[in-house]
């Protein structure tokens, strides 16, 4: 008999091995589906998405928004405000998407007590500089 009870299915009977396997192999798809679309976001290859590739990105999913609209994306993609996304950022914002509401909420607040109304990634920050988080 195989470690691990069967258990009764309504089409079939599962061990629980059986389970395990069928779940990590989900968990391998999914993992291949991120990794994957991380693959096509990096348009140079680099190993990294830079800010620009991944609204690119974004424009290519027809979501068209600009540098400023997509600044809370980018503070969660790229938590450090490096100018660019790694693998390991990517999956984890991925992962971390049900806390992103109250994320986008305290970063709206954030904005509003900036002066002027500016996004805190924005200010002080030229075209080509990488976004720097908001001070705290």
């Not at 629980?16 to 192999?25: E, G, S, W």
């Not at 991120?34 to 800010?51: C, K, P, Q, W, Y």
């Not at 986008?104 to 007590?113: E, H, I, P, Y």
Request: charged share 25%; with cysteine.
């Amino acid at each position: 008999r195989e470690q691990g009870r069967n258990i009764k299915s309504q089409l079939y009977n599962v061990s629980l091995t059986d389970i395990m396997r069928n779940l990590q192999k989900r968990y391998e798809e999914a993992r291949e589906a991120l990794r994957s679309a991380f693959h096509v976001m990096d348009e140079d290859h680099s190993g990294n998405i830079t800010h620009q590739e991944f609204i690119n990105s974004l424009c290519a999913l027809h979501y068209d928004v600009s540098l400023e609209e997509a600044e809370p994306l980018l503070a969660w993609f790229d938590p450090e405000g490096k100018g660019y996304i790694s693998y390991a950022e990517f999956c984890d914002a991925i992962v971390r998407t049900p806390n992103f509401p109250k994320f986008l909420a305290n970063w709206q607040m954030q904005r509003m007590k900036v002066s002027g109304n500016r996004s805190p990634y924005s200010k002080g920050r030229t075209e080509n500089s990488p976004l720097s988080p908001p001070s705290k």
